[in-house]
């Protein structure tokens, strides 16, 4: 039941994924060629970062060489600038999340239970998740302004989609053997939602909340590069309008950084409240 | 001292709406069956067998027809009527413990006098010490024994298996079907099992119901008179299972297709020459 959810592939299908293995390295190298091989790719990016900077391939203007970047980093985090913005974005992600989240939740509960609410909501919910969340920041900024709500909105916006469609699938994937069981055993609705409903459809929740987070912290970065006076994002438009692309880079990277972590955050999350997954003996 | 008519099917048809017009899968099944007696219904695949069984459980109703258990009628699911289906549809985010905890959801007793029962049950088919393990992590045979386990932890009147050991391996099924004797025996529960394995059904009942498919009808009920605890290599036994067994080879001598059906294969046949 776990062969549509990504993050189980790893654990259950290692075999047939080609692994190299050479039998004349030593059992540690094999071990770093894994581990380290994620560093790998970076590690030559900013080898030839420094090459293009050093050969002047690129105006220094243009592309501030890796030293500067990294000097500008530490600067903003010392003084605390770079907390500062990143804490406001880190809230409006938060708030928004929740909001769309919880909406996403319902609605992917409420259409996977009843096929009357599915056929009143799934058309208009399909016509509304096409549009991009970009498209929807003009309509939005006339409606509630330029202010907080509409990074709300527009987060919400991101984050529902992906909650509702993958909240649905999970519900409407439950093998109907497993509900006649609660029949047996004459569950009423609460019994249901809690000991089968809810479970057999969390790992694909789970998938959801992963997608929706990584399409929330997108979204912010959208919004606050458009319409905003503080956050990550808008550290990257102040660096690009002052001509200080050192910090634009640094923005770049801690947005990168920061999303990634919310993933393996969540992961980490995910394998912990999915112990039974776990294949033992 | 037990009711020869504890379990009552009177009449009982069966048809499921098709796409053009409707399809009867059981026509006029009935059947008496006395406390604490076990029940074989063995027959092909289309027989309506399993129809049958999930009519006794509640997840189907008539069409036509009684079915009565210790006099009442039978109306949906009900916790004294426990079920073993052919998957052990174990929930796999709960523990051994736990799936079969969740049969005693609604159950009057108390929460440590549920974890008792539970425990005693699993203790009856042979997991005490996995508890706590995942269905991940059973073998098909133990996670068929947890189904039984579940099965009967609500102290049901009947036992309804539905091909319980039809998805295992051959030394696996022999083994759970001697365990399955020796709980009966213990139990004294009323049990029907239906089976496509004429050996299982012989060596377990006390009476056989052999069925014959389109529509589905009892074509006759066979006596197992060796007593229990039997020896599966018993002689009477085998006598009575290749009897059984004549009764399907005939099946397939006689064509099962209605005439015109019959005689437009046999065109269609010719034309293939």
């Given at each position: 039941m776990s062969t549509t959810r990504a993050a189980a592939v790893p654990r259950?299908?290692?075999?047939?994924?080609?692994?190299?293995?050479?039998?004349?390295?030593?059992?540690?190298?094999?071990?770093?060629?894994?581990k380290a091989g994620a560093l790998l790719?970076?590690?030559?990016?900013?080898?030839?970062?420094?090459?293009?900077?050093?050969?002047?391939?690129?105006?220094?203007?243009?592309?501030?060489?890796?030293?500067?970047?990294?000097?500008?980093?530490?600067?903003?985090?010392?003084?605390?600038?770079?907390?500062?913005?990143?804490?406001?974005?880190?809230?409006?992600?938060?708030?928004?999340?929740?909001?769309?989240?919880?909406?996403?939740?319902?609605?992917?509960?409420?259409?996977?239970?009843?096929?009357?609410?599915?056929?009143?909501?799934?058309?208009?919910?399909?016509?509304?998740?096409?549009?991009?969340?970009?498209?929807w920041i003009p309509l939005l900024m006339m409606l509630v302004g330029i202010d907080e709500g509409l990074k709300y909105l527009v987060i919400a916006k991101a984050v529902l989609v992906p909650m509702t469609i993958n909240t649905f699938a999970g519900i409407r994937n439950i093998p109907a053997s497993y509900l006649e069981v609660a029949q047996v055993y004459r569950f009423n609705l609460v019994q249901r939602l809690h000991?089968?409903?809810?479970?057999?459809?969390?790992?694909?929740?789970?998938?959801?909340?992963?997608?929706?987070?990584?399409?929330?912290?997108?979204?912010?970065?959208?919004?606050?590069l458009l319409a905003s006076s503080e956050g990550i994002g808008y550290l990257m438009v102040d660096g690009r309008q002052m001509f200080q692309l050192d910090l634009v880079i640094v923005s770049m990277l801690v947005i990168g950084l920061v999303g990634l972590l919310l993933d393996k955050g969540l992961a980490l999350i995910e394998t912990r409240l999915q112990r039974w997954q776990r294949q033992a003996f | 001292m037990?009711?020869?008519?504890?379990?009552?099917?009177?009449?009982?048809?069966?048809?499921?709406?098709?796409?053009?017009?409707?399809?009867?899968?059981?026509?006029?099944?009935?059947?008496?069956?006395?406390?604490?007696?076990?029940?074989?219904i063995v027959g092909g695949s289309g027989c309506g067998k399993s129809t049958l069984l999930r009519l006794l459980v509640g997840l189907e109703e008539a069409s036509a027809g009684h079915l009565l258990l210790d006099g009442e009628p039978i109306r949906g699911t009900d916790p004294e009527r426990g079920i073993v289906f052919q998957d052990h549809r174990l929930y796999p985010w709960l523990s051994v413990e736990d799936n079969v905890l969740l049969a005693l959801a609604n159950s009057p007793l108390s929460p440590a006098e549920r974890l008792d029962t539970v425990h005693r049950h699993l203790e009856l088919v042979g997991l005490k010490n996995f508890t706590r393990a995942y269905?991940?992590?059973?073998?098909?045979?133990?996670?068929?024994?947890?189904?039984?386990?579940?099965?009967?932890?609500?102290?049901?009147?009947?036992?309804?298996l539905d091909e319980p050991f039809g998805a295992l391996d051959a030394l696996t099924r022999a083994q759970l079907q001697e365990e399955l004797a020796r709980i009966w025996l213990a139990e004294g529960i009323t049990t029907v099992l239906v089976t496509h394995d004429v050996d299982e059904a012989v060596l377990l009942g006390d009476r056989v119901v052999v069925m014959e498919p389109r529509p589905g009808r009892i074509k006759r009920i066979v006596e197992i008179d060796p007593p229990h605890p039997r020896r599966r290599e018993d002689y009477?036994?085998?006598?009575?299972?290749?009897?059984?067994?004549?009764?399907?080879?005939?099946?397939?001598?006689?064509?099962?297709?209605?005439?015109?059906?019959?005689?437009?294969?046999?065109?269609?046949?010719?034309?293939?020459w």
């Open positions: 259950s299908l290692p075999h047939w994924r080609w692994h190299w293995q050479s039998p004349g390295l030593a059992r540690p190298l094999n071990w770093l060629s894994v790719l970076p590690a030559a990016l900013l080898l030839l970062w420094h090459t293009a900077v050093t050969r002047e391939w690129v105006s220094a203007q243009i592309l501030p060489p890796p030293e500067l970047v990294l000097q500008t980093f530490l600067d903003l985090a010392r003084s605390g600038d770079l907390w500062f913005e990143l804490s406001i974005s880190l809230q409006r992600v938060l708030i928004g999340s929740l909001l769309g989240g919880l909406v996403g939740l319902a609605l992917g509960l409420l259409m996977g239970l009843s096929r009357q609410v599915e056929a009143y909501l799934w058309p208009l919910f399909q016509a509304i998740a096409q549009v991009p969340v970009l498209g000991r089968v409903i809810l479970p057999a459809a969390l790992p694909s929740i789970f998938t959801g909340v992963r997608f929706a987070l990584t399409k929330g912290w997108i979204a912010l970065v959208t919004v606050e | 037990s009711k020869t008519d504890f379990l009552t099917l009177k009449g009982v048809d069966k048809r499921f709406a098709v796409k053009d017009g409707e399809l009867s899968v059981l026509e006029n099944i009935s059947l008496n069956i006395r406390q604490g007696e076990f029940i074989s269905p991940a992590q059973l073998s098909g045979g133990m996670s068929q024994r947890v189904a039984i386990a579940r099965g009967l932890v609500n102290r049901p009147k009947i036992l309804l009477r036994l085998a006598e009575l299972r290749n009897d059984i067994l004549q009764d399907f080879s005939q099946h397939q001598a006689s064509p099962l297709l209605h005439p015109q059906h019959e005689q437009r294969a046999f065109r269609s046949y010719a034309m293939a």
